[in-house]
């Protein structure tokens, strides 16, 4: 087996379902925008979208982190930005894992520019020991440890994005 499991595909299916649910009350009776940050949010964004009874548009943001493959430097460059303004609406950037914390931070500091009406966080996946900029997720999947997670949208050198639970990469997965 060359990935470990580590989240089956029900235990995610409900969590985003919990998510999309707190979203809907949250902004009940409003207009939101979805942000999903390319590549590895778009299956997370994908339920979570449908888990949302509300008036909900979607745009999408690409970026290009710099580093070493496993490790991002926080020189974050958007490759793709969102195609239509976000000034006085209500957005929700949506990540498949907060790391370091550099990407989400750099984003937020780029979005808040924008001038939206609110401006929150969703993440599926949090890796705490690995902060180097604290960030509020305000809709959080799971906290998971210090492992390389693939699968549900994450990839490891591109691979992985179709698993449809999370696993953790082994020696053995190349
Ligand atoms: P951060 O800037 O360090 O928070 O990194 C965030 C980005 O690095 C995520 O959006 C992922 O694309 C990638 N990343 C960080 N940890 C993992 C992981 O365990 N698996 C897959 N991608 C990861
Ligand atoms: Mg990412």
Redesign the pocket.
């Given at each position: 087996m060359p990935i470990k499991p580590l989240i089956d595909a029900a235990t995610i299916a409900r969590r985003v379902a919990e998510l999309g649910a707190a979203i809907t009350s949250d902004y009940a009776g409003q207009r939101l925008i979805l942000v999903p940050?390319l590549k590895?949010?778009y299956v997370f964004a994908a339920d979570l979208a449908r888990g949302i009874e509300l008036d909900v548009a979607v745009d999408f943001l690409g970026v290009r982190?710099y580093g070493d493959g496993?490790?991002?430097s926080?020189v974050?460059e958007i490759t793709t930005d969102l195609s239509h303004s976000i000034e006085g609406r209500h957005v929700i950037l949506v990540?498949?894992?907060?790391?370091?914390?550099?990407?989400?931070s750099y984003l937020l500091q780029n979005l808040v520019t924008r001038q939206p009406a609110s401006l929150k966080v969703a993440s599926l996946?949090h890796?705490p020991a690995?902060t180097?900029v604290p960030v509020d997720i305000d809709y959080l999947g799971f906290t998971?440890e210090d492992?390389?997670?693939?699968g549900y949208g994450?990839?490891?050198a591109q691979k992985f994005r179709n698993l449809p639970y999370l696993g953790v990469v082994t020696d053995d997965s190349e």
């Amino acid at each position: 087996m060359p990935i470990k499991p580590l989240i089956d595909a029900a235990t995610i299916a409900r969590r985003v379902a919990e998510l999309g649910a707190a979203i809907t009350s949250d902004y009940a009776g409003q207009r939101l925008i979805l942000v999903p940050v390319l590549k590895g949010s778009y299956v997370f964004a994908a339920d979570l979208a449908r888990g949302i009874e509300l008036d909900v548009a979607v745009d999408f943001l690409g970026v290009r982190s710099y580093g070493d493959g496993q490790q991002s430097s926080g020189v974050v460059e958007i490759t793709t930005d969102l195609s239509h303004s976000i000034e006085g609406r209500h957005v929700i950037l949506v990540e498949d894992i907060v790391d370091t914390g550099l990407t989400v931070s750099y984003l937020l500091q780029n979005l808040v520019t924008r001038q939206p009406a609110s401006l929150k966080v969703a993440s599926l996946l949090h890796k705490p020991a690995r902060t180097r900029v604290p960030v509020d997720i305000d809709y959080l999947g799971f906290t998971v440890e210090d492992v390389f997670v693939v699968g549900y949208g994450l990839d490891h050198a591109q691979k992985f994005r179709n698993l449809p639970y999370l696993g953790v990469v082994t020696d053995d997965s190349e």
